[in-house]
């Protein structure tokens, strides 16, 4: 079962984002729902969740702040704001998606179905690339990058231990 973890200072729109959930995707467990960066920061660190829905302006801060403070994990993104003039800036911070308040239904349902596909696809994609680079007989080694995984010759690059 899919995690996810509500961070945003408005008690209502944490409901709605909480009975958009439970209404249409039941296998996405919410483990939490909190008001603040401070507490945001504690519940990710603790959970791990693999989706986060983040409001942009918080009591104690804004979504990018936490993020900020994000050193060891960092869920999978969907911006929930009323700020429109935040969107390029949430996308530089790989933002998923970036839905304004009042958050309409029929788009949460389609911000949710770019996180759950974006996995599987990804998944698919780096299996391929994984079994081409292995079947061509050279020798690399596979770097996951926020772009997918690269692959580097070991010969090019001094390596204090020997790999095979």
Same mark, same amino acid.
């Given at each position: 079962? %899919?995690?996810?973890i ?10 709605? *984002? ?6 249409? #995707?039941?296998?996405?467990? *919410? ?8 507490e ?6 603790? #959970?791990?969740?693999?989706f986060?829905?983040?409001?942009i ?6 979504? #990018? ?10 869920? %999978?993104?969907? #911006?929930?704001?009323?700020?429109d003039?935040?969107?390029? %800036?949430a ?15 029929? =788009? ?21 690339? =994984? ?8 020798? %690399? ?11 580097v =010759?070991?010969?090019?690059?001094y ?6």
């Amino acid at each position: 079962m %899919k995690t996810a973890i509500i961070i945003d200072d408005e008690f209502d729109a944490r409901r709605i *984002l909480k009975k958009y959930l439970e209404r249409y #995707f039941p296998n996405i467990r *919410l483990i939490a729902d909190v008001d603040s960066v401070a507490e945001g920061v504690k519940v990710i660190n603790q #959970f791990k969740p693999e989706f986060l829905f983040l409001d942009i302006k918080l009591g104690d801060g804004t979504g #990018f702040d936490l993020i900020d403070q994000l050193t060891e994990y960092v869920p %999978k993104i969907i #911006f929930t704001t009323a700020y429109d003039e935040f969107a390029v %800036k949430a996308f530089r911070y790989h933002a998923i998606d970036y839905l304004l308040k009042p958050i309409d239904p029929d =788009l949460f349902v389609i911000s949710i179905k770019k996180l759950t596909e974006q996995k599987s696809s990804y998944k698919k994609e780096a299996w391929e690339i =994984l079994l081409n680079q292995v079947n061509s007989g050279e020798r %690399k080694i596979g770097i996951p990058t926020v772009e997918g995984v690269k692959f580097v =010759l070991i010969e090019n690059h001094y390596c204090p231990i020997k790999l095979f």
